[in-house]
T-cell receptor, first 114, second 114 residues
C-alpha cells in the first residue's frame, strides 16, 4: 500500500545528542517536505526537496539539516539537540510537475529534548 | 509575505449544528487554497481545495468557496458529527508552485459533542 512513514513516532533525548528523524514514502513522489508543528498547533515549513540531490530551506529557520539521496527517503538530522527543538515534526510528499497536487502527510515524530 | 489567518478557536458545537470556520489570506496573484484536517495522533489530510477564483471545493459534506474579492476561503458544513472533531487548517500555495510551499493558518480546534 502506498503510504508515507515516519520513525520514531516519539523520541525523548538529552541535550547535545545527535538525532535523525526518518521519513520514507512509497508513492513515488518527487517532492518532499518537513514541517515543524508548535505545541499551539501552528505548522511551519522548515525544509523541502523537489527531487534527488535537491534540498532547500523553508520559511522557518531551523538548525536541522536534510538529505535526499533516494527518491523515497528524506531524513532530517539535528547534530546537537537542544530543549528549543522540542516539537512535533511532520513529513509530507507530493507529486512533481505543474499540477496542483495534494500533500500527503506522515503521522509525525514528537520530539522532546530534556 | 504570504499569510493565512483563521478564526480563533477552539470551537465547540453540538451534533447537527452548522459549522463555519473563517479563513482569510494575504498573497500576490492567485494562490491555490486548501483546507487540511488533523485527527488526534495523526498527520494532516487534505479535506478540499480550490485553485482559482469562485471555485468551490467540497468533500464529506464540507464546502469552501474561493473569494478573491474578500480574499477568503471559509469552511462550512451544514450538520456536524462527533467524528468531525479535529483540528482544521487553512493553507495557501503561491501561484505557480504547483501546490508546494504551503503556508498554514494557526489551526482551529473543533469539538463536537453528542
Amino acid at each position: 500500500e502506498a503510504d508515507i512513514y515516519q520513525t520514531p513516532r516519539y523520541l525523548v533525548i538529552g541535550t547535545g545528542k545527535k538525532i535523525t528523524l526518518e521519513c520514507s514514502q512509497t508513492m513515488g513522489h518527487d517532492k518532499m517536505y518537513w514541517y515543524q508543528q508548535d505545541p499551539g498547533m501552528e505548522l511551519h515549513l522548515i525544509h523541502y526537496s523537489y527531487g534527488v540531490n535537491s534540498t532547500e530551506k523553508g520559511d522557518l529557520s531551523s538548525e536541522s539539516t536534510v538529505s535526499r539521496i533516494r527518491t523515497e527517503h528524506f531524513p532530517l538530522t539535528l547534530e546537537s539537540a537542544r530543549p528549543s527543538h522540542t516539537s512535533q515534526y511532520l513529513c509530507a510528499s507530493s507529486e512533481g510537475g505543474l499540477a496542483i497536487g495534494e500533500q500527503f502527510f506522515g503521522p509525525g515524530t514528537r520530539l522532546t529534548v530534556l | 509575505g504570504d499569510s493565512v489567518t483563521q478564526m480563533e478557536g477552539p470551537v465547540t458545537l453540538s451534533e447537527e449544528a452548522f459549522l463555519t470556520i473563517n479563513c482569510t489570506y494575504t498573497a500576490t496573484g492567485y494562490p491555490s487554497l486548501f483546507w487540511y484536517v488533523q485527527y488526534p495522533g495523526e498527520g494532516l489530510q487534505l479535506l478540499l481545495k480550490a485553485t482559482k477564483a469562485d471555485d468551490k471545493g467540497s468533500n464529506k459534506g464540507f464546502e469552501a468557496t474561493y473569494r478573491k474579492e474578500t480574499t477568503s476561503f471559509h469552511l462550512e458544513k451544514g450538520s456536524v458529527q462527533v467524528s468531525d472533531s479535529a483540528v482544521y487548517f487553512c493553507a495557501l500555495s503561491p501561484a505557480g508552485t504547483s501546490g508546494s510551499r504551503l503556508t498554514f493558518g494557526e489551526g482551529t480546534q473543533l469539538t463536537v459533542n453528542p
